[in-house]
């Protein structure tokens, strides 16, 4: 049976678009396979961070371009591994007395980027412990990371940077001193919160009084906040007349 011109052209058409579709597959194909083998390199050199001590950012490529994002003292973008090391992560590190130490929470890929999800923790030079969450998003070439983001909360660490240069050292905790027990007030006054004796806390925002209530716990510096309502907060006593809570200073009134 004789094929007409019309068909002709529809079956080469349709050979094209078939070898076109496999090439797309086997493209897709090659980049998992790529990130693939560098999600088993990130979690090879996590392993040894979290056991060993040795550092992660050895993986970064001398060329990469690392990015922290948010806004604290160190966020930004870095050009290159040594721009990144010396001010951004030895800064971080001459706040801390002890090693940052990592527990992995997710590790997965996709066509482009390794994210790493995990937490860390570690004590600061003023005696307060140091907790955050991170997620990084990373590109490689050649077994090395090009580009990463750092996703985290800025917050806490922006706390670690700034507190650590101010902060006085108390020759005993609050848990022991029992000097949280009174009322603390923000600079502005919206905010008043009465830590009680029978630990719990009265708090009052602007005109409305007893906006929050719930109880409190003070172990060494820290105070865990579990609201009547079910929501929980934790904050940092810096020094006997100032506490970091919520993102909010308060001071200690007499």
């Given at each position: 049976?004789?094929?007409?011109?019309?068909?002709?052209?529809?079956?080469?058409?349709?050979?094209?678009?078939?070898?076109?579709?496999?090439?797309?597959?086997?493209?897709?194909?090659?980049?998992?396979?790529?990130?693939?083998?560098?999600?088993?390199?990130?979690?090879?050199?996590?392993?040894?961070?979290?056991?060993?001590?040795?550092?992660?950012?050895n993986?970064?490529?001398?060329?990469?371009?690392?990015?922290?994002?948010?806004?604290?003292?160190?966020?930004?973008?870095?050009h290159?591994?040594?721009?990144?090391?010396?001010?951004?992560?030895?800064?971080?590190?001459?706040?801390?007395?002890?090693?940052?130490?990592?527990?992995?929470?997710?590790?997965?890929?996709?066509?482009?980027?390794?994210?790493?999800h995990?937490?860390?923790?570690?004590?600061?030079?003023?005696?307060?412990?140091?907790?955050?969450?991170?997620?990084?998003?990373m590109?490689?070439k050649?077994?090395?990371?090009?580009?990463?983001v750092?996703?985290?909360?800025?917050y806490?660490?922006?706390?670690?940077?700034?507190?650590?240069?101010t902060?006085?050292?108390?020759?005993?905790?609050?848990?022991?001193?029992?000097?949280?027990?009174?009322?603390?007030?923000?600079?502005?006054?919206?905010?008043?919160?009465?830590?009680?004796?029978?630990?719990?806390?009265?708090?009052?925002?602007?005109?409305?009084?007893s906006?929050?209530?719930?109880?409190?716990?003070v172990?060494?510096?820290?105070?865990?906040?579990?609201?009547?309502?079910?929501?929980?907060?934790?904050?940092?006593?810096?020094?006997?007349?100032?506490?970091?809570?919520?993102?909010?200073?308060?001071?200690?009134?007499?």
């Amino acid at each position: 049976m004789e094929i007409s011109r019309g068909m002709s052209f529809m079956i080469m058409g349709l050979v094209s678009l078939l070898g076109i579709s496999c090439a797309i597959k086997t493209l897709h194909s090659n980049d998992l396979e790529s990130t693939g083998a560098s999600k088993k390199l990130v979690a090879q050199y996590f392993d040894q961070w979290k056991n060993e001590g040795s550092s992660f950012f050895n993986l970064l490529d001398e060329d990469a371009i690392w990015t922290v994002a948010g806004r604290s003292p160190v966020s930004g973008v870095y050009h290159g591994k040594t721009d990144f090391m010396e001010n951004a992560v030895k800064p971080i590190l001459k706040q801390l007395a002890t090693p940052l130490r990592p527990e992995l929470i997710s590790l997965t890929n996709d066509n482009e980027y390794v994210w790493l999800h995990f937490k860390a923790k570690a004590t600061a030079i003023n005696g307060l412990s140091y907790e955050n969450t991170y997620l990084w998003k990373m590109a490689f070439k050649e077994g090395k990371i090009i580009d990463g983001v750092a996703f985290l909360d800025t917050y806490e660490l922006s706390d670690l940077m700034n507190s650590t240069k101010t902060a006085i050292t108390m020759e005993r905790p609050m848990e022991e001193t029992k000097k949280y027990i009174g009322m603390w007030v923000t600079k502005d006054n919206h905010i008043r919160q009465e830590l009680l004796p029978n630990n719990r806390y009265d708090e009052a925002r602007g005109n409305r009084k007893s906006a929050y209530q719930g109880k409190y716990k003070v172990s060494g510096n820290h105070i865990d906040y579990v609201d009547d309502t079910g929501f929980s907060a934790v904050g940092k006593f810096v020094d006997e007349k100032t506490l970091h809570h919520g993102g909010y200073i308060f001071c200690k009134e007499e």
